[in-house]
């Protein structure tokens, strides 16, 4: 699904969202009961399943946002963290539960020490205790919160701006975080950060975003509705 939404023109941004009481409350009972007769071989090929997802997310070229509330258990804290901006209701409660179990939260792992750092990783990776959507926020999980019932509104609030940014630009943003993130500012990083706004003001999203702005109109990538009349 991942794949296809990201191959789809016509969508700008993918919203990741849980229904019911919980965004991601883990992994399934009956899944987890099955498990536990899996072959070393059975359990390879279903993490690697769960791992290809996880860098889908990840490295999709579109806006990611997770909208998140009630119960964020397990990998569900590696579905927010996979996503490039997440917004929490105040009710959500988050918990990397997998050392409860006797097991590691491994695929989820990278994306979560990325959100929170490894500092805070320590800490709710080891006790697996409970944290409520304000410790989220100060540990950087989470980048904003709200009642649950003005997080929709928040969330449209924020497609509205990314609906007004160039699509291009966003994946050549997206790209270049990646590139650039723990690398050290030398000559090989600071050529590459060149080709690439060079190439970028080339392109004819570039040229048309320029154009837009000095002639003072909505560039041509601005849905309609939200255009000034």
């Not at 997998?98 to 750092?117: D, F, N, Q, R, S």
Request: with cysteine; aromatic share 6%.
């Amino acid at each position: 699904v991942l794949e296809a939404l990201d191959r789809d023109a016509s969508v700008r941004a993918v919203v990741l969202l849980g229904h019911g009481r919980s965004f991601c409350a883990g992994a399934d009972l009956n899944w987890m009961k099955k498990m536990a007769g899996f072959s070393r071989a059975e359990n390879l090929a279903d993490a690697t399943a769960l791992a290809a997802m996880l860098k889908t997310l990840h490295r999709l070229s579109k806006p990611t946002i997770a909208r998140v509330h009630g119960s964020v258990f397990g990998g569900g804290v590696g579905l927010v963290a996979c996503c490039d901006i997440a917004f929490a209701a105040h009710d959500a409660t988050f918990s990397l539960s997998e050392t409860k179990l006797g097991l590691i939260p491994a695929t989820i792992g990278p994306y979560v020490v990325e959100a929170m750092g490894a500092r805070h990783a320590r800490r709710y990776f080891l006790s697996a205790e409970r944290f409520t959507a304000a410790e989220a926020f100060r540990i950087g999980l989470v980048h904003d919160i709200c009642p649950l019932d003005e997080l929709d509104g928040r969330i449209n609030e924020l497609l509205g701006a990314l609906l007004a940014a160039g699509p291009r630009a966003q994946a050549e943003a997206k790209a270049l975080i990646r590139a650039v993130t723990a690398q050290p500012i030398d000559d090989a990083v600071i050529a590459d950060t060149a080709a690439r706004i060079a190439r970028v003001r080339g392109s004819p999203e570039g040229k048309e975003g320029v154009a837009a702005f000095l002639e003072k109109r909505p560039a041509e990538w601005v849905p309609r509705a939200l255009r000034e009349p």
